[in-house]
């Protein structure tokens, strides 16, 4: 069955530091990967997605990922934090056969010292 | 161009009791998910509609149910309320049934607590 584990449930970084989020996937074939953020008491806001080709994919807000086949892994970067990041991430796989449905992990919170 | 719309914001209820939730797709799509999200966890698939059918389901009981109407908004209703069902539901529109991975956007949510 296809699942998604963030390793990291809270990561605390100083604005201007640089970021990393972990994500690991399972899943039998290419996956289609996705990293959204929730800043409380909103929905989910996509960033960035992946479907094929170039593995390092762009996304808003500055965020790139990614994709790492070798490693099943699809981790989330920004070179320098701003305190607006602070937020709820989360890294999702569509599930598997287009079935219509997001597999997410668990969320990693992040917090941003000034 | 409006978002997803979800009501109420917020609600409390009592174990045993029913809830609605409502959710208004963004304009111009046409298939509505639902996910339900505890606190400290990721959002889980609970179904999907669309052409006003259940599509697709994800491993929840029959107390969750739902309906979809002609103008594509749809309902999430769970009877029976336990203690377990306070989350956040989230509703999540699309354009076309397995085209979610190219533009689902999501509502803000519906906070429900059980008293």
């Known amino acids: 069955a296809q699942s998604v584990t963030q390793p990291d449930i809270h990561i605390t970084v100083s604005e201007g530091a640089s970021l990393e989020l972990r994500c690991n996937y399972s899943?039998?074939?290419?996956?289609?990967l996705f990293w959204y953020v929730q800043s409380p008491g909103q929905g989910l806001q996509l960033l960035l997605k992946?479907?094929?080709?170039?593995?390092l994919v762009q996304g808003i807000k500055g965020f790139e990922a990614e994709f790492k086949r070798s490693q099943s892994s699809f981790n989330l970067r920004k070179p320098s934090v701003h305190w607006s990041d602070a937020a709820e991430y989360f890294c999702a796989v569509w599930g598997s056969g287009n079935t219509g449905k997001l597999i997410f992990g668990q969320g990693t919170t992040l917090q941003v010292k000034p | 161009d409006a978002g997803v719309t979800q009501s109420p914001t917020h609600l409390i209820k009592t174990r045993g009791q029913q809830v609605t939730l409502r959710c208004s797709p963004k304009?111009?799509?046409?298939?509505v998910s639902w996910y339900q999200q505890a606190l400290g966890q990721g959002p889980q698939f609970i179904f999907q509609y669309y052409e006003e059918e259940e599509r697709q389901r994800g491993n929840f009981p029959d107390r969750f149910s739902g309906h979809q109407f002609p103008n594509y908004s749809s309902e999430l209703n769970v009877n029976a309320l336990l203690l377990g069902d306070s989350a956040l539901y989230l509703c999540?529109?699309?354009?076309?049934?397995?085209?979610?991975?190219?533009?689902?956007?999501f509502g803000s949510g519906t906070r429900l607590t059980v008293v």
């Open positions: 992946y479907f094929s080709g170039d593995t």
């Open positions: 999540a529109s699309s354009l076309g049934l397995r085209q979610g991975f190219y533009g689902y956007t």
């Open positions: 304009s111009g799509h046409d298939t």
């Open positions: 899943y039998g074939a290419t996956p289609y």
